[in-house]
């Protein structure tokens, strides 16, 4: 058998939801895409559908796992 090590890594992809936000009922669809842009941390995460193939490493965030030894 092969020797290894674990190597930890993050990985970072992409996933989209659907939602809503109110906005003021006289903006245009223009306006309310906007209002909804700038407000867009108030917009409630809906339920998360994974975007296949999306998936990268983020190499700045990868280590090998230590081992202590006695």
Wanted: proline residues 3%.
């Amino acid at each position: 058998m092969a020797k290894t090590k674990r190597l930890n890594v993050t990985v970072q992809c992409l996933a989209v939801y659907n939602s809503g936000i109110d906005v003021p009922y006289d903006m245009s669809l223009e306006e309310a895409v906007e209002y909804a842009k700038e407000h867009i941390n108030e917009i409630p995460v809906g339920v998360l559908e994974y975007i296949s193939d999306s998936d990268q490493i983020d190499e700045d965030n990868c280590d090998f796992t230590v081992e202590e030894t006695a």
